[in-house]
């Protein structure tokens, strides 16, 4: 059973970078397609990222487009997320979530309005406080 780790979570400046970590285990990372997504208090979850099973490519939402990168290392078994260029509205709990090859379809097609429901495992998540 697969299962999944946040890490990396705190409070920054507006404008700052933080980095989050997705370790995975019980399952080959490159089977599946892992998903970043993110929940403001009050708000409802929303996507951020979605990385393909098939070719390792990154689906992003238009709100952090060019300023969030996703990555794989496939040794540690791990999904990166770096995040730069922060705003207030990036406050939230990110979690990750893993799910099998077309999920990211979900993402791709929904963008932010995407819940993750087609994804099968999830993290417990990371705050993330963007504030002066």
């Known amino acids: 059973q697969v299962q999944l780790v946040e890490s990396g979570g705190g409070l920054v400046q507006p404008g700052g970078s933080l980095s989050l970590s997705c370790s995975v285990s019980g399952a080959t990372l490159s089977y599946y397609e892992i998903g970043w997504f993110r929940q403001a208090p009050g708000k409802e979850r929303e996507a951020v990222s979605c990385t393909s099973s098939s070719n390792g490519s990154a689906t992003y939402v238009d709100s952090v487009r060019g300023r969030f990168t996703v990555s794989r290392d496939k040794l540690k078994h791990t999904s990166l997320l770096q995040m730069n260029s922060l705003k207030p509205e990036d406050t939230g709990v990110y979690y990750c979530?893993?799910?099998?090859?077309?999920?990211?379809?979900?993402?791709?097609?929904?963008?932010?309005?995407?819940?993750?429901?087609?994804?099968?495992?999830w993290g417990r998540g990371t705050q993330v406080t963007v504030s002066t």
């Open positions: 979530a893993a799910g099998h090859s077309g999920v990211c379809a979900e993402v791709e097609v929904l963008g932010i309005n995407s819940r993750g429901d087609q994804f099968q495992a």
